[in-house]
C-alpha cells in the first residue's frame, strides 16, 4: 500500500478518497491538503485520514501525489510543489490541463491524466486515464488500484481523447441529475407533493442505471420496450423528438468537450 497525497479536498477528491477508504485503503496512507480548515476537519472527521494546510508537507510524505485543485490555481499549486516533488506517482484530475503543462510546472514526466466523475464517491464512478510515455506498467497499476475504489477505470491511447471523456462522463451526471429536477419540477406540477416527485423520479433513475448496465439490450431497445404505440410515453418522447432533444444533447456534449480545450489553450501557456 502506498502512501498517497491529495492536493486540495473539494467534492472531487472526498468522493475519490471515499472510494479508496471503502475499499480499505489504510486511511493512515492517506493525506489531504486544502487551505479550509473546515473543510480539512469534514474529511479527517469523515474518513479518518491526515490533513494539512501545507500543501509541500503533504507532496514530502507522499509516493503518490493526486493533484485535485481547481484547473485556474493547478499552475501555481504545481510550481509551489516542484521541490517536493522526484520520483512520485502524479495524477492530476483537472479538467482542461494537458500532461505537458503538469510535467513542465511541477518538473517531472510521471504524470497520469484521469478524468473521474463524482459517482466515485459510492464506487460506482468510471474514470478515463491517460499516461505520459515515462509512466511504468507498474505505476499505471497503482494508478488503477486507486482509481477503482471508486468505480471503474478505461485507459486512453491518446490524450486529447480525455476532452470527449470529460463530456460524456466527467460532466455526465449533471446531465442526468438535471433531468430528474425537470421530472421533480413536472410531477409538482401535475398534482404530486415535492417528496413523492423526488421519490419517483430518484427510484425511477435508478431502475433505469440498473437496467442499462444489467440487460443484455441497448437503451435504444430499452426505450422502445417501455414506449407502447400510441401510449402515454410515445407522447412524451414525441415531444423531446421534435423540440429537438438529440441535436441540443450532441451541442451540449459537444459545448462541454470544446470547453475542456478551451481550458487546455488558457490554462497551460
Ligand atoms: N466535480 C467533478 O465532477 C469533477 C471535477 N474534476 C476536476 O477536479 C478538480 C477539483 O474539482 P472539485 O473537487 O469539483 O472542486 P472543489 O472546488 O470542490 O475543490 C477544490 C478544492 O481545492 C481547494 N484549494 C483551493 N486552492 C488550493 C490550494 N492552493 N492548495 C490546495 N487546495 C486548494 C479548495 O479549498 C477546494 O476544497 C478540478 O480540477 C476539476 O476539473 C474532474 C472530474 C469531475
Ligand atoms: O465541470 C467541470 O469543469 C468538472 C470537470 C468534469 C466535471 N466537473
Redo the contacts with the bound molecule.
Sequence with gaps: MKKIAF???????ASLIGGLVSNGWTAEYIIV????VE?LAYLQHTFGIQTTQD?SAAAAYAEVIVL????Q?MQS?CMSLSEQVGSQLIIS???GIPCSAISQWLGSQTVIRC????PALIGAGISGLFATAVVTAEQKQLAERILQGAGKVSWLTQEVQIDAVTAIS?SGPAYFFLLVEAMIASGEQLGLSRAVATELAQQTALGAAKMLVQSPHDAATLRQQVTSPQGTTEAAIKTFLNGGFMALAEQAITAAATRSQELAQQLSQ
Excluded: E, F, L, Q
Excluded at 7 to 13: D, K, L, R
Excluded at 115 to 118: L, V
Design positions: 492536493i486540495g479536498g473539494g467534492n472531487m477528491a491538503s486544502d487551505p479550509s473543510r500543501n485535485a485543485v481547481k484547473p490555481v499549486v484530475i483537472a479538467a478524468m473521474p466523475n463524482t466527467g
